[in-house]
Each structure stands twice: as C-alpha cells, then as structure tokens.
C-alpha cells in the first residue's frame, strides 16, 4: 500500500510540474493525462521476464533465420543505430516486394496497448509473428522457422532452459523477443524532461520550458499526445500525404493494392483503393478511412521520418502540418484546427519536443549467433 500511494503522489507531483508552466492552456491541458516519466514496462502474467529469456530473445532478434530467405531479421527494420527504426521513408520490405508504410521504432513498445499504425495486434506476443511472417516484411513460414530452431544445438539447450521445452517452439521464440523488446526504454536519467519534471530545474533551457507551454496551451498538443508516452492510443485521421513512391514505382503500388486485397476490403473499395485506409483495415468501419494510432513522442529526435507515410523529415515540418491544421481528408478529426503559431512558438515547440528523448542514442553491440549442426543419427524428436 505504501508503494501504490507513493507512486499516486509522484504523478501527482508531475502533472503539477507540467501544468504549472502552461498558464494560457492550463484548463484545457488539465483534462488529459499529463506527460510524465514512464512507468515500469507493463509484464503479461503468461511471459514472465527473465534474464535468460531476455537473452535468447535478443539473439532471435538479430537471426535472419526467423524469416522466410533468411535475409530479414527483427533488426533489418529495427536498426539500434537508427533509433530502432531503419530512417526510410517506407520500411524496406521482404527481397522482391517493397513494404507500404514506415517502420516504427520498437523503442517503449511495451508501454503501448495496440501495434503497428492500424493497432491491429494488441500485444508484442502477436506482433513479432506478425511481421516475421508478414508477406512485405519477413515473409516466414512457421513451420520452417520452427525447424531451422530445432536444428541449432544451442537454441535446443536455450529453449529447454527458458522453456522446459525438448526442442524449440515458434510461440515460445515470439515471446523470447517480446520479452527482449521489453527492455529496450527510454532511461529517464537521459532524456532532459524527465529530469525536469523530478525536479532539476535546469534540465530544460527558456525555449523548452515555453514551448511546454505552447504544447499544452496554444498548440494544444496535448489533446491527443498526452500520457507517459505522449499518445493516448487512439486513433484519427489527419490529412498526412500520401508518399509519391504509390503513385510512381510499381512495386510500392502492388503491395499497396495487394494489401487492400488482403485485409479483406469490398472488390468496390479495393478496385478504386488510392490511399491508405488504416484503421478501416481492422474495424471496416467507413468512419474509420484514413484513420492511424497516435505515435508517442518519446525519442523523436532519434527516429525520424515521421508519420505513416514518411513524409515528414523533421519536426520542424510536422509542427508547420499541425500548425495549417493538418491536411485534406474525408474523416478529418474535428481537433485538428489551424494554430496561428508565430515562428518564436513554432520553434519553442520543436525545442520543447526534442527534451523528450534521450540526449544519446540506445545503442547495442549484435549478439553472436549459433551455428547449424545436423541431428545426431537415432535421435528423435519429442513433439
């Protein structure tokens, strides 16, 4: 009991730090989750974390042979010297097609409650299988993944370890790199705002402290990137161009209407499919056209280009996007309003949002992996 009212009171003691330097907004910035450290990384009662478990997730992680050639591994799109993306506009793809949306960092991915920018999985479990196995991203089959784990004498002892298994299950590698993945979080210690709402007054300079009250006050930020992480994990269309590539390199226009197919979209809609209909994928709701998760904040200056499509190199033109008050679309989110940002605010703002990352990168040394090894003669295998 004294932990739980002892974190209570540290929240509190936060959204008051927030609040309190965003006078011209500050009602309005009251009615959402403030910005704040981020928690410990939420754990599922079925995948506890372990050391080992960990461990083995990071080697999978890196292995190509969870993938359909063995060309695209975990790492090939999330590249810890690119702030755990791959810095394209679009992800790269699977060897012979050509993927159709940006590759989000994995970096606090545990803290989210629905991945990828349609939110169509709903935990890391799910979606490590879902982009090793997806057909523009890893394109492996399960089956063969699984065997080529069983005929790495290494991974066999791992997988026994971690698992109590006899031999290497594909469910148990996904929940090795969830729980892997788990662990890749911004270090409060690092990133200058989080030192600043604990209390170091001097983690942020004059611009970055008002741009804080730009970003709660006049830009109104706050309405929907809000919360530890910065997005209320809702989502909403924004008007975000379309990246040219769909309209001029075939291969990005074949997985684009391969995709319409796929998610299961009426011949009508999928005939005439010109534009990326996000979150209408997962509910068919035509409310929903044009429609993606809100992104977190966190780690911004690391992880750019930005929105689903790539098309925003900086910050500095995504806060002008916002600031015209975003662009054309049929389900626009009425939040979205021009802001009247004069220049001073607009760059107090982008100053304010790069003290949500960490001031060094998370960077990681790849694991060695094992070698294969043929099976002894006689021995068999327990399934």
């Not at 040394?365 to 399934?383: F, I, M, R, S």
Request: aromatic letters at 10%.
């Amino acid at each position: 009991m004294k932990t739980s009212i002892s974190r209570v009171s540290a929240v509190a003691t936060v959204a008051v730090a927030v609040l309190a330097f965003a006078a011209p907004g500050a009602a309005r910035a009251a009615d959402f989750p403030p910005l704040a450290p981020l928690p410990p990384v939420p754990v599922p009662a079925d995948n506890p974390m372990t050391p080992e478990k960990v461990a083995l997730g990071k080697m999978l992680f890196w292995d190509s042979r969870l993938g359909g050639d063995a060309s695209t591994p975990c790492v090939a799109c999330h590249m810890p010297n690119l702030g755990w993306g791959d810095s394209g506009e679009i992800s790269r793809g699977y060897p012979g097609t050509q993927h159709w949306r940006n590759s989000q960092t994995v970096l606090n991915s545990g803290h989210y409650n629905k991945l990828f920018w349609e939110g169509n999985v709903t935990s890391l479990e799910a979606q490590a299988p879902a982009a090793a196995g997806g057909n523009v991203a890893g394109n492996g089959d399960a089956s063969m993944m699984e065997m080529r784990l069983r005929f790495i004498p290494e991974y066999v002892e791992r997988f026994k370890q971690v698992f109590g298994t006899p031999w290497p299950r594909i469910t148990h590698a996904w929940k090795a790199i969830a729980a892997f993945e788990r662990t890749l979080n911004s270090d409060p210690a690092k990133v200058p705002f989080d030192r600043y709402v604990k209390g170091d007054k001097s983690a942020l300079n004059e611009s970055q402290v008002r741009g804080m009250t730009v970003f709660n006050g006049k830009g109104n930020c706050i309405q929907c990137h809000n919360g530890p992480l910065g997005s209320d994990q809702k989502f909403h269309a924004l008007g975000v161009p379309e990246n040219e590539v769909f309209r001029t390199e075939p291969l990005f226009q074949i997985t684009h209407r391969w995709e319409h197919y796929q998610k299961g979209v009426s011949q009508e809609r999928y005939r005439s499919a010109d534009i990326d209909q996000g979150y209408y994928f997962v509910t068919k709701n035509p409310r929903d056209i044009g429609k993606f998760r809100t992104p977190g904040l966190r780690e911004l200056t690391h992880t750019a280009p930005y929105m689903h499509s790539g098309i925003f190199y900086t910050l500095d033109e995504v806060v002008d996007f916002y600031d015209q008050g975003g662009g054309d679309a049929a389900n626009k989110s009425p939040l979205l309003k021009p802001l009247g940002l004069t220049d001073e605010e607009k760059a107090d703002l982008v100053a304010f949002l790069e003290s949500l990352s960490m001031e060094e990168p998370l960077l990681m040394d790849p694991p060695k992996l094992p070698p294969y090894a043929p099976l002894k003669a006689g021995k068999q295998e327990n399934k």
